[in-house]
Every structure is written in structure tokens, then in C-alpha cells.
């Protein structure tokens, strides 16, 4: 690849990547900050947890695109945990930060490594392999998608306005 230019996965993703992003900003800005430890039910995560899921989920691009493995619970090390934020401000923050983040490992990202191996392993077994491509794309792209529909629930809940997100909502005209 010539400095300067990115590889054709690059150029196919980074569209994609870009609108999945700003649209997740659009619900993470609408969290009410004054709800950030409602949950639907027992069984459910707060508010803030699903606010910081999403803001952390961009931030393992790189991990996926330009290391062999993640462990969530590393032998002799600290297991994973999704970041306790405490306000809007910082889950906005840890987002804008990742997404930026992100952008780099996909613009650096070789089109030989699209088919590679990537490793989810917990406690050093291999829970399951996927393909770079795939992998990014089901653990960043369609898990993002995923959470967003559940905070997109519970604004619902709350009054808080559902934007536009695959055209317009009920609550918002194109």
C-alpha cells in the first residue's frame, strides 16, 4: 500500500463504520442525564451501562483488525469490564475517542489480513474464530446495532425522542 492511500477494505468500511457511528452519537447525546441508573427491569442494565457499551464497543477495532486474539479474562490478569461512566459527557468522550481510534486501525488495516484468523478467548480458551472481517463487523458493527435498538427501547420508556435512524422516526420526520 502507497503512503498516503488506504486498502479497499478501508475504502468500503470507513462509509459504512462512519454512518453507524454518527448515528449511535445521535441516541448516545439523547441519554437524560438524570436517568442514567434507570433499567427497564432487574434483569436489565442501566442506562449509563448500555451509554458505555456503546461508547466502548468502536474502541475494539483495533484489537480485532491488528491483534491475533482478545481475552476477556487473561490468565494472571485483570478481567474485562465495560467502563463505569458517570455522566453523558464522559460516555461522549470515551465514544468520540474510539470512533477516532477506530478510523486509524481501519485505514491501517492490510487487505491480506481480511480473511486472518481473530481469537474471542476467555480465561485463555478459544470461545470462538472468525475471520478479521467478520469479527469486526459482528463485534463492533452489528453489536453496536444491537444495543443502540435497546437503548432505542428504552427511550421509549422514558418520552425521550427516538431519532432518525434508517429513515425517519415516529418521533422525527426525515
Not at 24 to 49: F, V
Not at 59 to 86: R, V
Amino acid at each position: 500500500m502507497a503512503q498516503g492511500t488506504i486498502g479497499q477494505y478501508a475504502q468500503m468500511t470507513l462509509p459504512e463504520f462512519s454512518y453507524e457511528m454518527s448515528t449511535t452519537r445521535k441516541l448516545l447525546e439523547r441519554i437524560p442525564e438524570a436517568k442514567l441508573d434507570w433499567k427497564m427491569d432487574e434483569r436489565s442494565h442501566t442506562l449509563a451501562w448500555n451509554g458505555a457499551h456503546l461508547a466502548e464497543m468502536p474502541g475494539w477495532t483495533a484489537n480485532i483488525l491488528h491483534q491475533p486474539f482478545f481475552d476477556m479474562n487473561p490468565p494472571g490478569g485483570e478481567p474485562y469490564e465495560t467502563p463505569s461512566l458517570t455522566s453523558v459527557a464522559q460516555i461522549l468522550e470515551m465514544f468520540d475517542a474510539n470512533v477516532a481510534d477506530a478510523v486509524k486501525a481501519i485505514e491501517t488495516f492490510s487487505d491480506d489480513a481480511v480473511m486472518q484468523d481473530w481469537e474471542f478467548r476467555d480465561a485463555g480458551n478459544v470461545m470462538f474464530t472468525l475471520p478479521r472481517a467478520g469479527a469486526f463487523r459482528t463485534w463492533v458493527l452489528s453489536h453496536s446495532i444491537h444495543h443502540r435498538a435497546i437503548l432505542s427501547v428504552y427511550f421509549r420508556q422514558l418520552g425521550v425522542k427516538v431519532p432518525s435512524i434508517y429513515g425517519p422516526s415516529s418521533d422525527e420526520g426525515m
